[in-house]
């Protein structure tokens, strides 16, 4: 049983990825919830901003009644009225107010009580009598607002009492230029929508004034709370003196206003968005998601690590306890004076300046390994190098720290072998473990050393290390340049070797911008093959054979 803090050491991952497990989904129904929330919301918005957009219309549109009826108003103060009216905001398109009247009509009462009808022009000037129109009447100039015409009625004052204008509104005009502009005006901002608009007489539902497209009626506006009063004209948007002059019809709205949303328009704005919100959560939560589990990878990578540092501690201290037990125990005969005579004693002597030779090339091939992995860079001397020259050191060397110096080594070096820019040292051990490798596990059988240019440039050098012993079984050949590996024919005949000699192989390889493979070869046997590239420039070598 270990201690509570191992075992939570042990199942941390473990319980963190179950953890995160459990979140994530409750944060994706959290954040699915919440995106149905933020629809509704945004249909609540659309349907309120709809419905301000409605008596904000409402409002303009009056405004620009109240500004035509001004504007003929002015028409009296030029006749010696003080009260002239303040200039008017611009309407939509730069259309002036006078210009939205299709007919101004000048009436005067003459005494008899009849009524005196002359077509105003466009200066202003009373123009040609004309009959008076059947609904114009001494009750008409009695309101304000003539909206079965429609028109306005704008009374004189003072001297010009029994004096009216009667201004015909031109509604082709105002339908086609202007109500638009200030529908779009006023529904601006928000959700993008498309919308549908209808206006029509408060009297008379069924009698269509304007309708954005065919075929509308206000029942299709029911589901909707977004009918606004409208064809009023009001004191507040007059000066003073001006209001005085309206009648109390005025402030009577004669039509209704309805906007909605088109059909399906609002779900299909509001679902986008709500698409939108989903795929922004779903990217924060794939974030997250990705985030932890590189989180918990790196843990794991991190954990593989140490393990792997405390394997390579424990087998360095086995392959280096081995050689020095061997050279403790001699050492310990020669001491206690054990040994019978010189023979023996130069027998004690060869064990120790073969495991001391053993020793110092493992310990060598694994602060090799471990500079190379760490930084290549920094660990390698590079310059331009003679391969045939190195290859000839190797095979020394390895002849002198195995047991099977007669095992005969072929080199075949290609004449004018080009040279490589390379650590000549780190090369050096590479091929000696190489020939060495070959020499433990070749059963005494020759060994082939060769190298050659792989192309006609001499882009490549080839350095292949031949054995002809029972061969590296197919299972293994992934792991052979693993450090420490042993294959099992090598476990099993107890042949010596620490496992690092091939792992330096395949770090030095890279280290030097090239490669490593091994591979079986026919009737029996095992070639490695490093590939070098080439620094371009030929050194003469001779080809011989060594035993």
């Known amino acids: 049983m270990g201690t509570p803090g191992a075992w939570f050491a042990r199942r941390g991952t473990l319980l963190l990825v179950v953890a995160i497990g459990l979140l994530l989904p409750a944060l994706a129904v959290l954040q699915y919830r919440w995106t149905g929330e933020l629809t509704q919301l945004e249909q609540l918005r659309a349907r309120n901003n709809l419905s301000a957009a409605a008596y904000q219309f409402s409002t303009q549109f009056d405004a620009m009644l109240a500004g035509i009826y001004a504007e003929f108003h002015d028409r009296f103060a030029d006749e010696g009225s003080d009260d002239v009216h303040a200039p008017l905001p611009a309407l939509p398109g730069g259309v002036r107010h006078e210009e939205l009247a299709r007919q101004v009509l000048l009436v005067d009462r003459l005494p008899d009580g009849s009524l005196a009808v002359h077509e105003m022009g466009t200066g202003g000037d009373a123009g040609r009598s004309v009959p008076a129109p059947a609904w114009l009447d001494a009750r008409a100039l009695q309101r304000t607002l003539l909206d079965e015409v429609p028109a306005l009625v704008v009374r004189g004052s003072g001297p010009a009492q029994n004096r009216w204008i009667v201004v015909v509104l031109d509604m082709d005009r105002i339908m086609t230029d202007v109500l638009p502009a200030l529908i779009a005006g006023c529904v601006e901002g928000g959700i993008p929508l498309a919308y549908d608009v209808l206006i029509n007489r408060d009297d008379e539902p069924a009698r269509v004034l304007y309708e954005s497209r065919a075929g509308l009626a206000a029942t299709d506006f029911d589901s909707w709370i977004t009918m606004a009063p409208l064809f009023a004209v009001h004191g507040r948007d007059l000066s003073p003196v001006t209001a005085r002059g309206l009648m109390p019809d005025a402030a009577a709205h004669r039509w209704r206003f309805f906007i909605k949303g088109q059909e399906g328009a609002l779900e299909a704005a509001v679902g986008a968005a709500r698409l939108r919100n989903l795929g922004i959560g ?14 918990v990878a790196s843990v794991r990578r991190e954990q593989r690590g140490v393990r792997d540092q405390l394997e390579l501690v424990a087998r360095m201290s086995h392959e280096l306890r081995t050689p020095l037990a061997t050279i403790t125990c001699a050492g310990e005969n020669l001491a206690d004076d054990v040994v019978d005579g010189p023979v023996e004693a130069r027998q004690y002597g060869r064990i120790i300046q073969q495991e001391g030779r053993r020793l110092n090339k493992t310990i060598a091939d694994i602060l090799l390994c471990c500079r190379l992995q760490i930084r290549a860079d920094a660990a390698l001397n590079l310059a331009p190098t003679d391969l045939g020259g190195v290859i000839d050191q190797a095979v020394a060397d390895s002849l002198m720290v195995t047991s099977a110096g007669a095992a ?86 107890q042949v010596e070797g620490s496992g690092i000699g091939l792992s330096v192989v395949y770090h030095v390889a890279r280290a030097h911008g090239g490669q490593v493979r091994a591979a079986r070869v026919q009737p029996h046997g095992t070639r490695f093959t490093l590939v070098l590239p080439a620094l371009g420039r030929p050194a003469a070598h001779r080809s011989d054979s060594a035993a």
């Not at 779903?282 to 989180?295: N, R």
């Open 282 to 295: 779903a990217g924060v939560l794939a974030l997250l998601a990705l985030s932890v589990g590189l989180l």
């Open 408 to 493: 005969p080594i072929e080199r075949v070096i290609e004449p004018r072998l080009p040279q490589v820019m390379a650590d000549g040292e780190a090369l050096r051990v590479a091929i000696k473990n190489l020939v060495v490798n070959a020499i433990r596990h070749g059963t005494g059988g020759p060994i082939r050393v060769s190298a050659r240019a792989s192309r006609a440039d001499g882009g490549e050098i080839v350095v292949d290390v031949e054995d002809e012993g029972p061969g590296i079984p197919e299972d293994e050949l992934p792991r052979v340049f693993d450090s420490f590996f042993r294959g099992r024919m090598a476990r099993d005949g």
